[in-house]
């Protein structure tokens, strides 16, 4: 249930649909993060740019850019073309053409550690793939990871993520052995992996920017000294830039940070909204699938039509990248700034971390700057806020995360700055009685 009044109910048709759909869709959304968004979880008709419309008409800048990966807004023109170009000549073929070759040259040409790639559909997949690329290069079995950053769905990696403060499981029906041989150890803490890198480690995962438990950045120093450990000890250093690829910069956290892994993770702004996901890296490393020893395989590995939207996705980053990511870098931290400013003018105490097109948000009173201090935060209001700014025509993900895309300009931004006075107003005297 809403705390907030009715706004004559603005939401009927997304109710209703919200409603017939848990009747046949199990829990009536395709992913469980979608059925936190209060007061329902919005049923859209249409995206184009930065905006949104849900099916009652309602309009939203959108923050949320389905999770990541519409770095060029909805519906962008090249990508649209080119989708419609590959479907009027084939939708799937299940062996070789011309596009795969073209974006795997991309991503070579892209992204500093990529050698030769791997296709699969989504970020969770290409988890997999690098772990096992990972394991069957150095024959050893275990994997560290850190807590609170995400890797994706599957068993194996899917403990210690964002919100919980062990190495527990992210939900239940998880095989505890499949995730016996990982560790999870706290990020930025050169000891504890000093500690734990014991010969038989394979790998050590990380999101290089931690994104998903706050939008966190590496105490100075420590990247590269996690690159110069891992070398040392023959284990394979993995940057999973599922988000941060294509967004931080053309070549992703490793090119922005200047610290380069021996495999990469991308997924998201890859495909611009289409699901293909790719592990890259190193050929020495990589040369366990290019020599056979591990099967890749998949029937929508890198199909035409995504890998259409992918080839046109990077070609446009690539072709317009001296203009977008200073234009990204700029709508970021205005956006940032917009936020800090317009909530604290409306009695709501916000703190946001920022870096380029990435953000994570925090009702707090404190900074945020690393994972254990997301304790001090206060997720209930800024769920209340989410919502709130939903109503003023703002879509943004009840957890924290923003994002932004080439299509934010200035009136997006402005309509943003009097949409945040007016939801922090709002939520503000609300959150005071609570306490
Ligand atoms: N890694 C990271 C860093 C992610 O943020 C995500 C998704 N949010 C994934 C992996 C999993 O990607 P997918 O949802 O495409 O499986």
Same mark, same amino acid.
Request: proline share 6%.
């Given at each position: 249930?809403?705390v907030?009044?009715?706004q004559?109910?603005?939401y $009927?048709?997304s109710?209703?649909e &919200?409603?017939?759909r848990q009747?046949?869709? $199990?829990?009536g959304v395709?992913?469980?993060?979608?059925?936190?968004q /209060?007061?329902?979880?919005l049923?859209f008709?249409?995206?184009?740019g930065?905006?949104?419309?849900d !099916?009652d008409g309602?309009?939203?800048?959108?923050y949320?850019?389905?999770?990541g990966?519409?770095v060029?807004?909805?519906s962008?023109?090249?990508?649209?073309? $080119?989708?419609?170009k590959?479907?009027?000549?084939a939708i799937?073929?299940?062996?070789?053409?011309?596009?795969?070759?073209e974006?795997s040259?991309?991503i070579?040409r892209?992204v500093? =550690?990529?050698e030769l790639s !791997?296709?699969s559909?989504s970020?969770?997949?290409a988890v997999?793939a690098a772990?096992?690329?990972?394991?069957?290069?150095?024959?050893?079995?275990r !994997?560290?990871? &850190?807590?609170?950053?995400f890797?994706?769905?599957?068993d194996?990696?899917?403990v210690g993520?964002p919100?919980?403060?062990?190495?527990?499981?992210a939900? $239940?029906?998880?095989?505890?052995?499949a995730?016996? @041989?990982?560790s999870?150890?706290?990020?930025n803490d050169?000891?504890?992996?000093?500690?734990?890198l014991t010969?038989d480690v394979a790998a050590v995962i990380?999101?290089?920017?931690?994104?998903n438990?706050? =939008? &966190?950045?590496?105490?100075?120093?420590?990247?590269?000294?996690?690159?110069?450990?891992?070398q040392q000890?023959g284990v394979?250093?993995?940057f999973?830039?599922?988000?941060?690829?294509?967004?931080?910069?053309?070549?992703?956290?490793?090119e922005?940070?200047g610290?380069?892994?021996?495999l990469?993770?991308l997924?998201?702004?890859?495909?611009?909204?289409?699901?293909?996901s790719?592990v =890259?890296g190193?050929a020495?490393v990589?040369?366990v699938?290019?020599?056979?020893?591990?099967?890749h395989?998949?029937?929508?590995?890198?199909?035409?039509? #995504?890998? #259409?939207?992918? !080839?046109?996705?990077?070609?446009?980053l690539e072709?317009?990248?001296?203009?977008?990511?200073p234009?990204l870098?700029?709508?970021?931290?205005?956006?940032?700034?917009i936020?800090r400013d317009?909530?604290?003018?409306?009695?709501?105490?916000?703190?946001?971390n920022?870096v380029?097109?990435?953000?994570?948000a925090? =009702?707090?009173?404190?900074?945020?700057?690393?994972?254990?201090d997301?304790?001090?935060?206060?997720?209930d209001?800024?769920?209340? &806020?989410?919502?709130?700014?939903?109503?003023?025509?703002?879509n943004?993900i009840p957890?924290g995360l923003?994002?932004v @895309?080439?299509?934010?300009?200035?009136?997006?931004?402005?309509?943003? /700055?009097?949409?945040?006075?007016?939801?922090a107003?709002?939520?503000?005297?609300l959150?005071?009685?609570r306490?």
């Amino acid at each position: 249930m809403s705390v907030l009044p009715d706004q004559h109910d603005r939401y $009927a048709g997304s109710r209703a649909e &919200f409603s017939r759909r848990q009747r046949t869709l $199990a829990r009536g959304v395709a992913s469980a993060i979608r059925v936190t968004q /209060r007061p329902v979880p919005l049923t859209f008709a249409d995206g184009q740019g930065a905006y949104l419309h849900d !099916v009652d008409g309602n309009e939203y800048v959108d923050y949320a850019l389905a999770y990541g990966p519409m770095v060029l807004g909805h519906s962008p023109a090249p990508v649209l073309e $080119a989708v419609h170009k590959q479907l009027a000549e084939a939708i799937s073929y299940g062996a070789s053409h011309r596009l795969e070759r073209e974006l795997s040259e991309a991503i070579s040409r892209t992204v500093p =550690c990529a050698e030769l790639s !791997v296709f699969s559909n989504s970020g969770s997949e290409a988890v997999h793939a690098a772990v096992r690329i990972a394991r069957a290069a150095t024959g050893r079995p275990r !994997v560290i990871k &850190f807590l609170g950053h995400f890797h994706g769905w599957l068993d194996p990696l899917a403990v210690g993520n964002p919100g919980r403060w062990d190495a527990g499981p992210a939900t $239940a029906g998880q095989d505890p052995l499949a995730s016996s @041989s990982v560790s999870v150890l706290p990020w930025n803490d050169l000891d504890a992996l000093r500690g734990a890198l014991t010969d038989d480690v394979a790998a050590v995962i990380m999101e290089p920017v931690a994104v998903n438990g706050g =939008c &966190f950045t590496a105490d100075p120093g420590y990247l590269e000294e996690v690159r110069e450990l891992t070398q040392q000890s023959g284990v394979v250093l993995v940057f999973d830039e599922v988000i941060t690829g294509f967004r931080l910069s053309l070549g992703g956290a490793q090119e922005r940070l200047g610290v380069v892994p021996d495999l990469t993770v991308l997924g998201k702004a890859l495909g611009a909204g289409f699901p293909i996901s790719a592990v =890259c890296g190193r050929a020495d490393v990589m040369d366990v699938v290019a020599s056979g020893t591990v099967a890749h395989i998949g029937t929508y590995n890198a199909n035409p039509v #995504s890998a #259409s939207a992918a !080839v046109a996705s990077v070609t446009e980053l690539e072709r317009r990248a001296h203009e977008i990511y200073p234009q990204l870098e700029q709508a970021g931290s205005q956006l940032a700034d917009i936020l800090r400013d317009a909530a604290a003018e409306g009695g709501l105490p916000l703190v946001v971390n920022q870096v380029g097109a990435a953000g994570h948000a925090f =009702c707090a009173l404190e900074p945020v700057t690393s994972y254990a201090d997301t304790v001090h935060s206060d997720p209930d209001a800024y769920h209340l &806020f989410a919502e709130a700014l939903l109503g003023e025509g703002m879509n943004v993900i009840p957890r924290g995360l923003l994002y932004v @895309s080439t299509m934010h300009g200035p009136a997006e931004l402005e309509r943003t /700055r009097s949409a945040v006075a007016r939801a922090a107003a709002a939520v503000g005297p609300l959150l005071r009685s609570r306490q």
